[in-house]
Nanobody, 116 residues
Framework: QVQLVESGGGLVQAGGSLRLSCAVSGRTFSSYVMGWFRQAPGKERENVARISTSGGIKYYADSVKGRFTISRDNAKNTVYLQMNSLKPEDTAVYYC?????????WGQGTQVTVSS
C-alpha cells in the first residue's frame, strides 16, 4: 500500500514562495509518474504539475507555468513543488498522488494560503 504525506504549506503574502514536499512510502516510487493537485474552496481538484519517472519530462497547468517547478528525488521517495510568485488565486489545499491518481492514495494535503 502506498502512503503519501504532504508538507510545507502555510500562509504567505502575494509574491512570496513556498516549497511543498510529498513523502511517498513503498519501494516502487521510482516507477510512478507523480503529480501535484490542488483544490480550492468550492472548486474541483485540478492537476497543476506532473513529472515523469526519471524527472526528465514535466507538465504544468497554464495557471502555474513559469512560477511553479516540480521535481523529485527517487533516492528519498519524495516529490517537491517549488512555488514562486504566489498569487491569492493559488490558495488551496495541495495534494500529491500518482498519475493517473488513485482515490485510495489521497492524503490529507497541505493548506496554502496566499494573502493579497
Amino acid at each position: 500500500q502506498v502512503q503519501l504525506v504532504e508538507s510545507g504549506g502555510g500562509l504567505v503574502q502575494a509574491g512570496g514562495s513556498l516549497r511543498l514536499s510529498c513523502a511517498v512510502s513503498g519501494r516502487t516510487f521510482s516507477s510512478y509518474v507523480m503529480g501535484w493537485f490542488r483544490q480550492a474552496p468550492g472548486k474541483e481538484r485540478e492537476n497543476v504539475a506532473r513529472i515523469s519517472t526519471s524527472g526528465g519530462i514535466k507538465y504544468y497547468a497554464d495557471s502555474v507555468k513559469g512560477r511553479f517547478t516540480i521535481s523529485r528525488d527517487n533516492a528519498k521517495n519524495t516529490v517537491y513543488l517549488q512555488m514562486n510568485s504566489l498569487k491569492p488565486e493559488d490558495t488551496a489545499v495541495y495534494y500529491c498522488n500518482i498519475v493517473p491518481p488513485i482515490s485510495d492514495f489521497w492524503g490529507q494535503g497541505t493548506q496554502v494560503t496566499v494573502s493579497s
